[in-house]
C-alpha cells in the first residue's frame, strides 16, 4: 500500500525515511552478517520514493532506538566485580561460599524427604544465570571468583533441577525493574521455602548423604564452612553457561525420579 501518512491512535505519522536490511549471499562462506543503509523518502505526486542511500552509523541506530523504544536505548551500566558475563538478554554471576538464612518447609506429598526448619546455614560458592525469566543455579569448589574454566557442581539445594533449573513453584519471580539485579534472584531462591529435593537419585545432590538429613543437620547445628565433599559434578563449566545453545545443552541432563 502506498502511503505517506498512517494514523495510531489519534496520532498521525509521516513517512520520512526508510531502512532497507542486506543480508550476505547464500554462497559466501566468510561468516554471517549484514548492513543496513538509510534512506530519505521523497514526496512525487502524493507517492513515496525511497532515495539514495547511505550507510547505517552508530548515530542513525540510537535515533531509530531513541524514537522507537527509548527504554531500550543502548547506556553503559556500572558492573560490579560479581558479573562474571551478560548479554544476548542473559547475566551470568557468582557469589562466594557464605551463609544464608535459610527455610524449609515440609511437604506432605514427599514424606520423609522433606521437614521443616529454618536456620543460618553454609552454602558453597554458587555461579547464576538469569535470562530474565528462568534462574539457573550452580556450586563450585573452593571460595576465588570463578572463571571459563572452573568447573561445575550440582546446586544442593531443594527446589533445583538436576539441569541446574529453579522450579517456581508459587515463587514471585522479580519484576521487570529488577530482573537485571543479581541480589533480586538470590532473594527469590533463598527468600521462598525449599520444600523437597526435585529427584530422588541417590548421590545426585549431596554425595555420600540423604538431601534431608544433610539440610536437617545443618539446619540444627551449621557447620563454619559448607563441606564441599558433598558437591557432585556436572561435567559443565562456566563456559558452558555463555553459549547460545546452553538451555538445549542442559535440557538432556536428568537425574533418576526426577519431576
Not at 557447620?223 to 553459549?243: H, I, S
Request: glycine share 8%.
Amino acid at each position: 500500500m502506498e502511503t505517506l501518512e498512517v494514523s495510531v491512535q489519534d496520532n498521525r505519522y509521516v513517512l520520512g525515511a526508510a531502512v532497507m536490511l542486506y543480508s550476505k549471499m547464500s554462497n559466501s562462506n566468510d561468516g554471517t552478517g549484514a548492513i543496513a543503509t538509510v534512506h530519505h523518502v521523497h514526496d512525487v505526486d502524493g507517492k513515496p520514493v525511497i532515495g539514495a542511500g547511505r550507510p547505517m552509523n552508530e548515530a542513525d541506530y540510537l535515533a531509530m532506538v531513541n524514537v522507537l523504544a527509548p527504554q531500550q536505548r543502548p547506556q553503559m551500566e556500572w558492573q560490579d566485580h560479581s558479573i562474571l558475563a551478560k548479554g544476548m538478554g542473559k547475566m551470568i554471576w557468582w557469589t562466594p561460599p557464605m551463609k544464608r538464612a535459610m527455610f524449609f518447609k515440609k511437604s506432605n506429598m514427599f514424606g520423609s524427604t522433606t521437614f521443616t526448619g529454618q536456620g543460618i546455614c553454609p552454602v558453597p560458592g554458587m555461579v547464576w544465570l538469569s535470562d530474565g525469566r528462568d534462574l539457573f543455579v550452580y556450586a563450585y569448589r573452593g571460595s576465588e571468583m570463578p572463571d571459563k574454566e572452573t568447573k561445575l557442581c550440582q546446586a544442593p539445594l531443594f527446589n533445583v533441577w538436576a539441569r541446574g533449573e529453579v522450579c517456581v513453584g508459587n515463587a514471585s519471580r522479580p519484576d521487570d525493574f529488577a530482573k537485571g539485579n543479581p541480589q533480586a534472584w538470590e532473594r527469590f531462591l533463598f527468600d521462598s521455602h525449599f520444600t523437597h529435593p526435585n529427584f530422588a537419585e541417590a548421590d545426585r545432590l549431596t554425595k555420600g548423604v540423604k538431601p534431608a538429613e544433610f539440610w536437617k543437620k545443618m539446619v540444627a547445628k551449621p557447620t563454619q564452612k559448607f563441606p564441599d565433599g558433598v558437591l557432585v559434578d556436572l561435567g559443565l563449566k562456566v563456559a558452558d553457561l555463555m553459549e547460545p545453545e546452553f538451555r538445549t545443552n542442559v535440557g538432556v541432563m536428568r537425574a533418576a525420579g526426577e519431576f
